[in-house]
């Protein structure tokens, strides 16, 4: 009616994401707290270390050092380790930690699931991070690289933007979204400084 339109099916996974996404947005209540955190200790310990990590073959990203904090908070606060059941009666609550992430594809959003994070360190973590991603990409990762996951890191850092409300992964209870760094001018001991943030919303 108003010009030249092309039709295309939707794919697989992006019918299939698109429903639960959905479904979570609306059977789950969804609260914000957006922050935003000063990384240069986070920058600076990483610069140190991509020498040796480059060495292992290994790419040490910002999101493998959330990931690592993900983990230790979870271990603080066990609630947002937790699933509710499907009575909505009941809070599982997990003793293992398998950390999803989000992943952008060209057939759609995927959440590869990092297993037993909390027994791996910040290189390990790079390196699943970077296996898991390529699979993803290469439509390439198994039903079970999907599942079981008890929380989600969707960043959005490589797109950019300042904040975004991410969509809690159903039936995990919470999320942490990331945007992308920026340096910003700090109020620090009576001046101000020059330093790298991170928001998160």
């Not at 809070?91 to 297993?115: C, E, M, Q, S, W």
């Not at 960043?155 to 904040?163: C, F, M, V």
């Not at 999320?175 to 101000?192: C, D, H, N, P, T």
Request: charged residues 25%.
């Amino acid at each position: 009616k108003f010009g030249a339109v092309e039709v295309k099916p939707l794919g697989r996974i992006q019918k299939i994401s698109g429903s639960r996404l959905q479904a979570s947005w609306l059977n789950v209540p969804h609260v914000w707290q957006m922050d935003e955190a000063d990384i240069t200790e986070l920058e600076e310990t990483r610069n140190k270390l991509k020498g040796d990590a480059s060495k292992a073959g290994v790419k040490l990203t910002p999101l493998a050092f959330i990931l690592r904090a993900c983990v230790k908070a979870l271990r603080e606060f066990p609630m947002v380790n937790s699933s509710l059941d499907a009575s909505g009666q009941n809070l599982v609550f997990k003793k293992y930690v398998h950390l999803g992430f989000a992943a952008d594809t060209p057939n759609g959003l995927v959440v590869p699931v990092i297993r037993d994070a909390d027994k791996k360190d910040v290189y390990e973590l790079a390196r699943e991070l970077a296996t898991l991603s390529e699979k993803a990409r290469a439509g390439k990762l198994s039903a079970l690289e999907m599942q079981g996951a008890s929380f989600t890191v969707s960043s959005l850092g490589g797109i950019g933007g300042t904040s975004f409300t991410p969509i809690i992964n159903a039936p995990e209870v919470a999320i942490l979204g990331v945007a992308r760094s920026s340096m910003r001018a700090i109020y620090k001991e009576g001046q101000f400084v020059p330093r790298p943030v991170l928001p998160f919303p």
